[in-house]
């Protein structure tokens, strides 16, 4: 059976020995204390450490005190992406209250045996109505005995038919590319389907929804026998009149192919011929629309937007590029400079958000969703936002609709760990060359303000996406 030897029994014969010193068994190796390395610094290792030329700035500061934490180029203009969205909204929210809503009417003139001289249809820059809201308009005109129409007005003229500034930067057909009118419908979309015809022949092109004389289908295309399809479908302006472009083949073998959403020429004209159609479908006889300013005419029908609240919850949450820039040009409504330009908005916005005392830097706000380069600001001046509009009487709710790390919108799938996820609420931004996100982040025990953005990127956006989020992880990590 085996014994254990006191531990001091074994020393001394390790001393006898010679196996060992006695400096060597009594002293302890010292181990220096890890070096502390300030957080500022340890963000802004995390943030250069994606190596490329680019151009990386951050501000990240107390909410409380305004400490700053960190300062890397806060002053440097920058393409701040969908992140110019808190500016917008922001304003529109300090300019409206928060359950605002917008109604599209639809006028009359006094019927005569069913009759109406004048029908108008009536926009406030409401960006969420779609086809089936023009539908049910439609419908309760019918309801109302209308059988004819003499003339029908389409009045979209709150904002001008001008794409927000910048948009005309590239060509692209893309749906967050879409104009924005005083009248919209289906955020200024159109949708496709391509189904094949005999071998030889064109293929069957329809369009949703109906739109008249706005949409225009090209079919240059063929169908093939076999099976393989070499289709490409896309949208062009022709002035006012949106052209659905369809070229090359698909198999006869195929049942349908669908374009997916694809941006119209222009919201209002659009909106007002779909409106058109659906009149027609309901068997009210109606002219070929007009487009200008209504005449005041008793309303007989109308359909009233979500509120406001709701809408810039789409608009922060989604980065909906559509949303915003109508919300951009309602803080210009709202304040009754109507008709809205581009720039009567970038006025508004501006002296909307000078009450907030904040830091401008030089900042630039071109157009409201910051789609392209219309937008240039600072990390500076986006803290300096987020921190005025903490202590304003608009900021709660405003609050409210940035996305949620790792719960909702464009941060859904990002920050899943204990210490980010429902911890930070901001706005994202994404461009070819542009990523940034700005918003608070919530430690155990103080709030923290943060922007930061990396411009002149390539190779995709993920692992400018992943130091951000390694720097905010850090910045909530104890």
Known sequence: MLQQIPVRTVLKLMLLCGLASPVGLLAQPVVPAPAHVPLGDA????????????????????????E????????????????AKLFSTAAVMKTLPGDKTFVTEVRA??????????????????????????????TEVQKKGVTKVAKLVIDGTVFDDKLPKGFDEKQTDAAFRAPIGGLQCEAGTVHATVKPGAVGEPPIVEVAPPAGEAVVVVNEAKTVAGKKDALTVFTRPNGRVTEVVVQGTIAVTHKVIGSGRRRVADASFYAGWVFQQALQKRGVAVPVPTFGKAPELPVIASRTSPTLQEIVSVTNKHSHNGYAETMFRQTAAGQGQVPVTN????????????????RWNGSVLGNGSGLYHADKVTTQTV??????????????????????????????????????QGKVQGKTGTLDDVVGLAGYAEASDKTYVFAVFYNGIKGGPGPYRAAVDRMVKRLLTP
């Open 68 to 83: 700053v934490v960190l300062d890397l180029d806060g002053k440097k203009l920058v393409h701040p992406a969908s992140v």
């Open 383 to 420: 803290v300096d936002l987020l921190r005025a509009m903490h202590k304003d009487p608009a900021g709660g709710n405003w609050r409210k609709t940035l996305t949620i790390a790792g719960v909702d919108g464009t941060l859904r799938g990002r920050m899943h760990d204990p210490q980010t």
């Open 43 to 66: 963000l802004r290792g995390i943030l250069a450490g994606v190596g490329g030329k680019v151009t990386v700035v951050a501000s990240v500061i107390d909410l409380a005190s305004g």
């Open 109 to 138: 003139s006094p019927s005569k045996n069913g009759e109406v001289a004048t029908l108008a249809l009536v926009g406030s820059g409401d960006p969420t109505m779609f086809a089936s809201d023009y539908a049910k308009l439609a």
């Open 343 to 358: 720039e009567k908005a970038e006025a508004a916005v501006r002296k909307t958000l000078e009450t907030l005392q904040i």
